[in-house]
């Protein structure tokens, strides 16, 4: 079974610095973008930042020049550093990927979420 495991969550000052990990496992045949997205309490869930597999990145205009995305694609992991957090980027965040797994079918994972909660 295909799965997405995230860690790293938790509460930091404004200003402070977390980074989120999330490794895929199970029997995966190929991984294709991989992403974060969030949801605040009372909003939608967003996109936060992607990365397919050629390593190209993307960012919300929110979030530029302050996260980082990357992933190792040996471990099937993708990192979330997240630099000068401000309390609007309180949330609960969620890992996904499209993989494919050893049938060859191409399908979306979401991971279990973890809250970062910033003060002010």
């Known amino acids: 079974q295909v799965q997405l495991v995230e860690s790293g969550g938790g509460l930091v000052q404004a200003g402070g610095s977390l980074r989120l990990s999330c490794a895929a496992s199970?029997?995966?045949?190929?991984?294709?973008?991989m992403a974060w997205y969030r949801q605040a309490p009372g909003k939608q869930r967003e996109l936060v930042a992607t990365i397919p597999s050629d390593g190209g990145t993307n960012y919300a205009d929110s979030v530029k020049g302050r996260f980082t995305i990357s992933r190792d694609n040996a471990k099937n992991t993708v990192y979330l550093q997240m630099n000068s957090l401000k309390p609007e980027d309180t949330a609960v965040y969620y890992c996904?990927?499209?993989?494919?797994?050893?049938?060859?079918?191409?399908?979306?994972?979401w991971g279990q979420g973890t809250q970062v909660t910033v003060s002010s």
């Open positions: 199970g029997r995966i045949l190929r991984i294709a973008v």
């Open positions: 996904y990927s499209n993989m494919a797994d050893y049938s060859g079918s191409y399908k979306s994972y």
